[in-house]
């Protein structure tokens, strides 16, 4: 792979892979009788990639200026991630005074993806600066 091309096969495999994993997601759910709307199912992946983009290429940019600092770059976005879950996510889950099996699968599925595919790239990116 070359260094270049990084940013591209990582758009790449974070679109193709959230668009795979929402369509089988949102198939299995709804053979289950789920209502996906109302599950808040397209914010939960549309958030993930958002942030799994800005992730990357913050990592990307500093990669040669602060390349000690990167995994707390890492870090820090997981710890961005987690407060945007409870900051847009949290409160229409939690509508009902429980955080249910299937919310917290709405968003770790897609968080889960695309934490695995951001520490892939962080340990290619760092293997070859």
């Known amino acids: 792979m070359k260094f270049k091309a990084f940013p591209i096969f990582f758009v790449s495999f974070l679109a193709l892979g959230l668009l ?3 369509l ?3 198939t299995y759910l ?3 009788g789920y209502d996906i709307s109302s599950l808040q199912f ?3 992946y549309v958030l993930n990639a958002i942030m ?3 992730v990357f290429f913050a990592i990307y940019i500093f990669r040669d200026k602060y ?3 990167l ?3 890492f870090l820090g976005g997981s710890l961005l991630k987690f407060a945007l879950f409870f900051i847009f996510l949290y409160p229409g889950f939690n509508q009902d005074g429980s955080l249910e099996r299937l919310e917290f699968l709405v968003f770790f599925v897609p968080y889960g993806f695309a934490l695995v595919l951001e520490t892939f790239f962080l340990v290619k ?3 070859t600066v």
């Open 20 to 22: 795979g994993l929402f």
């Open 52 to 54: 799994a983009l800005i």
């Open 30 to 32: 709804e053979n289950k």
């Open 71 to 73: 995994g707390f770059f």
């Open 24 to 26: 089988a997601q949102s």
């Open 67 to 69: 390349r000690d600092l």
């Open 42 to 44: 397209t914010k939960s």
């Open 125 to 127: 990116l760092l293997n």
